[in-house]
């Protein structure tokens, strides 16, 4: 999603095991060790977002998965995303993804070596990228000092950021969550929210004329 402006606030669901490893206090997992948004074309429902975080012993691994569904000026369009990271000892050591956005497929795959990380894409050769890259997928706020790697094209870049400070952002049964925006802007132009808890509470950005907003699920 990263060509699109959303508006977005996190969601929490019970999954499996708890978060008790040391390393795990570096990483946002949240308490439910799952995020679940409602997702709207200018107010209108389209799709969902959802993440889930599986732990087994030293090893993560982050699952995200979006469907949406709707019409830009009366054309209708499909976009999904699945993708899978995996980090251990809190490092990031690989991503999958695969994308179908209006009937184009697109994948990237990175592996961790000694040198950085080796990524590729459907339209990008392989390549070998520094050893700071974290993908963007907006969870994990340690991005905001990273090389992010876009899940969608495999290009990679840096991050330039600055907060304007806190919002309370709506969420999808009427309530509200306080959290910090940060404007994303060179290669990237969208804005980010992360809750008290480092927990990743918000997007924003548009597509062409559309915008759209994600909700929390509770």
């Avoid at 708890?18 to 949240?30: E, K, M, R």
């Avoid at 969608?152 to 907060?163: F, G, L, M, R």
Wanted: net charge negative; charged share 15%.
């Amino acid at each position: 999603m990263q060509r699109r402006r959303f508006l977005a606030t996190s969601g929490a669901a019970s999954l499996i095991s708890p978060v008790g490893l040391a390393w795990a206090d570096n990483l946002p997992i949240t308490p439910g060790n799952a995020l679940a948004f409602k997702v709207l074309q200018d107010g209108s429902p389209c799709g969902t977002h959802n993440l889930t975080f599986k732990q087994n012993g030293d090893d993560l691994q982050v699952d995200v998965d979006i469907e949406l569904a709707g019409s830009a000026a009366l054309i209708p369009y499909h976009y999904s995303l699945q993708a899978t990271e995996q980090y251990t000892n809190g490092v990031f050591t690989s991503l999958d993804s695969h994308v179908l956005d209006r009937g184009k497929t697109l994948e990237v795959h990175a592996r961790k070596t000694d040198a950085g990380y080796d990524i590729e894409g459907t339209n990008m050769p392989l390549y070998t990228g520094p050893s700071d890259t974290l993908p963007l997928t907006y969870w994990n706020k340690a991005m905001l000092n990273a090389i992010i790697l876009n899940v969608e094209t495999a290009h990679s870049y840096p991050v330039v950021a600055s907060s304007p400070g806190w919002n309370n952002l709506p969420t999808a049964n009427g309530g509200s969550i306080l959290a910090q925006r940060y404007d994303l802007s060179g290669k990237l132009n969208l804005s980010v929210w992360y809750d008290q808890e480092n927990n990743w509470a918000g997007l924003a950005f548009k597509f062409l004329f559309l915008h759209f907003a994600y909700q929390k699920i509770t």
